[in-house]
């Protein structure tokens, strides 16, 4: 069937697609923000808002959005897992890691989760729109201050070695990294093992890993790591 004079106009083309962006931030003056940057800038738009994880996963899962913003620290889900599940089950979507941490540690727990961009909250003012841009078009994205942190570190890496070192710690898996989260909110094993769905004892065993995994000894040693490592505020 041939188009009507009223499909099709010679010479006339589709104004280009927007970019929809979905924003994942706890805090709504945060989100209110970068709400603006994004809409006064033509070819863009705000498809959704999240305040937590879950709620990210479920809107990422309706509204298929081109880029979602995560906040990396959430109650409930931290963003490094929420990232990770986006990365496995919806791998067309691209993610910008948003955080107040310049963590080296962070920062490959996030490369490794399949973030393609880290912005630190401090310079979202002025590289929102670029590291936006960047990871909508498939490349990766650093503010100058982590691109350095992380090229250091991969300088230290290669200078490791080649000398013999000390084994580092290892790093959290993601259940340990929820785990953690979860012990410095201030939940008890029960509250862990219910939240989890595991047994106390599954929790008890982890809780004792993580602590000397990380070379802690006490809960409150646990929340300065948690906070340091932007896992809880």
Known sequence: MGCSTAQVKVGVTAPPQKTRVLLVDDHELVRRGLHAVLESEPGYEVCGE????????????????????????????NGVEIARRIAKNFPECRILALTMSDSEQLAYQLLDSGVQGYLLKSDAARDLMVGVESVRCGRPFFTSKVSTMVLHGYLDATARTREPKETPALPLTPQERQITQLLAEGESNKEVATTLNITVKTAETHRANIMRKLGLHSISDLVRYAVRNQIIE
């Open 50 to 77: 999240a305040d937590n994880g879950l709620g990210a996963l479920e809107k990422v899962r309706q509204l298929k959005p081109d880029v979602v913003v995560l906040d990396i620290c959430l109650p409930g889900l």
